[in-house]
């Protein structure tokens, strides 16, 4: 009886150790895995046109080797007038890097992802343009088709989303600053446009709370 016992309180402890390690467990892979959850890049197919959002460099770039494989026949800069580069704007940058002027569209409104989305459409619409190809940077991507796909969600058009390599490190994203402030940025804005808030005030509020953490 006495080893039954003793087994059975062996049992109850192991259970108990399981149910107060497993939560620690799973917080310690959900913070190993954050950094990989964000890049996303698929397989560039044919498409209608290739639409850059301003924000990072190297975005136009990717956008140009696309193009020159023949990928698409447009490109279209959103928030063309941001900085891309020693060229200058993102006009002026894909230009430089061989672009022919009629091959590129622009609109210059946008101050927000949600933005980036929300007034491309329209554009697309205009050119009668069926599919896209959406160029950011890597770590913005899981956030940028989130965003696409439901701004996008009616109207026909087939996106394929594409990043840019950024220097981040998604492995090990809290071994270096840049690649914690990113990390720490594109979850607070994911949650944030989670719950509806996008557009310049959503920038807004998101300068705050990261002005309270750095207290």
Known sequence: MSRKLTSKKMGKRRKRILFLYLPVLLIALLFLCAG????????PKQADVIIVLSGG????????????????????????SENAGPSG???????????????ILTEDAAQS???????????MKQHGFKSAIVVSSDF?????????????????????YIGA??????KAWWSERYSRETTFNEYTKMIGNAF????PEAKSTFEQIKRWFRR
């Open 196 to 199: 509806g808030y996008n557009g």
């Open 89 to 103: 704007d993102m006009h002026q940058t894909a230009l430089a890097l061989g672009i022919p002027e009629e091959a």
């Open 57 to 80: 460099g190297g975005r136009v770039e990717k956008a140009v080797e696309l193009f020159k494989e023949g990928i698409a026949p447009y490109m279209l800069l959103s928030a063309v």
């Open 36 to 43: 990989r959850f964000l890049p996303l890049s698929e397989s």
């Open 165 to 170: 390599d950024s220097g981040y490190n998604a």
């Open 140 to 160: 913005h991507m899981r956030r940028v088709k989130f965003i696409f796909d439901h701004v996008y969600k009616k109207s026909g058009i087939e996106l394929t």
């Open 113 to 123: 992802t949600y933005q980036n989305a929300q007034f491309t459409l329209p554009i």
